[in-house]
């Protein structure tokens, strides 16, 4: 059973470019967040995504912008993108429902670095 | 969510067991104490997680005060692939919810 798995898992930008970065996330799971994890810091919510529709979102900017595929994967978008971008974007998959205990599992990351 | 106090840092022994504290003193009633830890440059590990009675899995054993203010994961027999930053959060169960890392507590197993 293949756990999430991101790619790529290494990306060097320019500043002001845009990046697309990917998730799949573990079979059965249905729901997708993304989180930003600078360095030495704890990883923060980005957003979330189920049902192809971003269900929640945290204090990013809208340069952040995702989208969820009915196979459930998705995809992070970053526009004009800053030295301050840099960080370790990881995604975390989970089921759904409210009734579960709901554990969210992670990929490996993607280490973004805008120069 | 409410917020919880882990230590900045802590060195184990290896082969001891590790006990790491948290204190969630805001906690609600509706919410989960859970335990991830991420190893160095990897994405973070789920560990554990429990309401109000201890739960024991493969990895850990989790301890719950009576009054649900702080709690401890326990290592049973640290070993040197258990350094790690180990994270304590608190939360409402539910995959739609969203999970509130904080710095987190540098856990070094010494050999």
């Known amino acids: 059973d293949a756990g999430v798995t991101q790619s790529p898992t290494h990306l060097i930008k320019t500043r002001g470019q845009q990046v697309t970065l990917r998730c799949s996330p573990k079979?059965?799971?249905?729901?997708v967040s993304w989180y930003q994890q600078a360095l030495g810091q704890g990883p923060q919510f980005i957003f979330q995504?189920?049902?192809?529709?971003?269900?929640q979102r945290g204090n990013f900017p809208d340069r952040f912008s995702g989208h969820q595929f009915p196979n459930y994967s998705s995809e992070l978008n970053v526009n004009a993108l800053l030295l301050g971008d840099s960080a370790l974007y990881l995604c975390?998959?989970?089921?759904?429902?409210?009734?579960?205990?709901?554990?969210?599992?992670f990929g490996q990351g993607t280490r973004l670095t805008v120069v | 969510d409410a917020k919880t106090t882990q230590p900045t840092s802590m060195d184990c022994a290896e082969g001891r067991a590790a006990n790491l504290p948290c204190n969630h003193s805001?906690?609600?009633?509706?919410?989960?104490v859970y335990w991830y830890r991420q190893i160095h440059s990897q994405g973070p590990q789920y560990i554990i997680h429990?309401?109000?009675n201890n739960e024991t899995n493969e990895m850990a054993s989790l301890i719950i005060t009576e009054d649900r203010k702080s709690s401890t994961l326990i290592l049973p027999h640290a070993t040197l692939r258990d350094t790690a930053v180990y994270y304590c959060?608190?939360?409402?169960?539910?995959?739609?919810?969203?999970?509130?890392f904080g710095k987190g507590n540098q856990v070094v197993v010494i050999p």
């Open positions: 805001t906690i609600s009633g509706n919410e989960y």
């Open positions: 079979s059965g799971h249905d729901t």
């Open positions: 995504y189920y049902e192809e529709e971003e269900r």
């Open positions: 975390a998959s989970s089921f759904y429902s409210g009734t579960g205990s709901g554990e969210a599992f």
């Open positions: 959060i608190v939360r409402v169960a539910g995959g739609n919810n969203r999970l509130a």
């Open positions: 429990g309401l109000k």
